[in-house]
């Protein structure tokens, strides 16, 4: 870095003596931003790219973490920096969006909100073992429209081939982004580890393209500072896709271009030009631990995917009878629901959903619950997609009673026999259920605070 950065080495360096900046992103599909500062619990400063993204200012009471806010998924926690990505997407409410490496979630929920909730989000994640926090992320987010695939980008963009409007691939990288909060990345970064991972990203970046409609978005971005994995990884993938061009990104403070130069070889001028249209956050420019993206748009030419939908996954009739049932007892109205049926488990599905028989799909959108003997019992996601306004029975609780509750108490409180929306200020945090004044404790055991 030193030889890179040169005159800039010093500030860059002397913001590794300062702590990692502490980002949370509110969640608009729940939450107003005017509404959130009213009654967030941390002093906030915006961030200057996102809208949503506020950098907080450490709190002597709270973690931002263990809050029952948090638990009612009023906010992600996420370093500022790794607020831009979702933002130069862009994606629009009704698109058909993919984010190919998604766990844990950071940038999933983001394009959900921005989507607001309609049309089709795709996340898919590799790695199984990081696939169950993404789900849970995804639910605590309230999000309706998500459906969630445990694939390899290859096999995706075999099926998936051209039927994306935008597509984000976060890869894997060397981390350098990740050294002042995490001692692994630290310990875990080599040289080497640098080539390695510009040649996976290559590949996954190949098969990410695939994905692409004519005319569609894909976004390239990585959390580290190395530029084989940056404007290397750019420059190879123009090269070899010459139906791709570099976008430049929107008028935003404190982004800075590419450095092309940085990859130490003669460079074509309009490769040059290119690369610099691409965007670097640095430590020592702003709030965040810094981040790389490139805006990359699929020429028009070429014939756009249209793909079976998925076969309704018609639930049975006794299934849609005793979700019938649920609903009239216990929401106001029946929510628009695209009603499918795998086993015993019932799911609201996005209606762009196509048929993907060779897909591991993990959940085909909205978990709403499981068909039990001659009962429907309502999921964790449905209490977390609701608001307060839809559901019939309410308790409202206090912040201690939520501290209560998220530790997997039972409550007390009179009144009507049967599931109760359990809310912090009107925020749903999960179910409970009643009976003469005792309401039994819903919140999942793998959530529960210790
Ligand atoms: N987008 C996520 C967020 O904002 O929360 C972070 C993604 S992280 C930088 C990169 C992800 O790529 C990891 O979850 C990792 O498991 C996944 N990954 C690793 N190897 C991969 C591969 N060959 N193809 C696709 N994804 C891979």
């Known amino acids: 870095m030193q030889s890179l950065l040169g005159d800039e080495f010093e500030i860059f360096l002397d913001s590794y003596r300062q702590p990692p900046a502490l980002g949370l992103r509110v969640n608009p599909l729940k939450i107003s931003i005017e509404e959130f500062l009213k009654i967030s619990p941390f002093p906030l400063t915006p961030v200057p790219w996102c809208p949503t993204g ?112 935008k597509v984000l691939l976060d890869a894997p990288c060397s981390g350098e982004g990740m050294f002042r909060k995490d001692k692994t990345a630290r310990l875990e970064w080599s040289p080497e580890m640098i080539q390695s991972c510009a040649i996976r990203q290559a590949a996954i970046l190949n098969d990410a393209a695939r994905l692409v409609r004519p005319g569609g978005i894909l976004v390239y971005s990585t959390c580290t500072f190395a530029p084989e994995e940056n404007e290397g990884v750019i420059a190879q993938f123009l090269d070899q896709h010459p139906s791709f ?45 810094g981040h790389f993206a490139a805006i990359l748009r699929r020429a028009e030419t070429g014939e756009r995917r249209t793909l079976r939908p998925a076969p309704p996954l018609k639930p049975s009739p006794q299934a849609k009878a005793l979700f019938q049932e649920f609903c009239l007892n216990n929401l106001k109205d029946e929510p628009e629901i695209n009603l499918a049926q795998l086993g015993n488990r019932l799911y609201h599905v996005p209606a762009q959903l196509p048929y993907l028989p060779t897909v591991r799909v993990i959940n085909p959108g909205l978990y709403l619950g499981d068909l039990k003997k001659n009962r429907f019992e309502p999921s964790h996601a449905l209490a977390m997609s609701l608001t307060s306004s839809q559901a019939r029975w309410l308790v409202d609780v206090d912040y201690n009673m939520a501290v209560r509750y998220l530790r997997g108490e039972t409550l007390q409180q009179n009144g009507e026999d049967g599931w109760v929306l359990i809310t912090i200020d009107g925020f749903p945090l999960g179910w409970g259920k009643r009976t003469r004044g005792t309401i039994k404790n819903f919140y999942p055991k793998a959530l529960r605070w210790p």
């Not at 990104?249 to 309009?270: A, D, E, N, Q």
């Open 54 to 165: 506020f950098v907080i200012q450490t709190s002597e009471f709270y973690t931002p973490g263990k809050h029952p806010y948090h638990a009612a998924g009023l906010y992600y926690i996420q370093e500022p920096s790794a607020m831009i990505v979702a933002e130069l997407l862009n994606p629009q409410p009704g698109e058909r969006v993919l984010d190919l490496a998604a766990a844990p979630g950071g940038k999933t929920t983001h394009l959900a909100a921005l989507m607001q909730g309609k049309g089709l989000l795709i996340a898919n994640e590799i790695r199984l073992k990081r696939v169950w926090g993404l789900v849970s992320n995804i639910e605590r987010w309230g999000a309706r429209n998500v459906a969630i695939v445990n694939e390899s980008p290859s096999r995706l963009a075999q099926v998936l081939e051209g039927f994306f409007d």
């Open 245 to 289: 061009e570099v976008v430049p990104p929107p008028p935003l403070s404190h982004i800075s271009p590419g450095r092309p130069k940085w990859l130490g070889k003669t460079l074509p001028p309009s490769l040059i030009e290119s690369l610099r249209k691409t965007i670097r956050l640095w430590p020592h420019r702003a709030a965040g631990e």
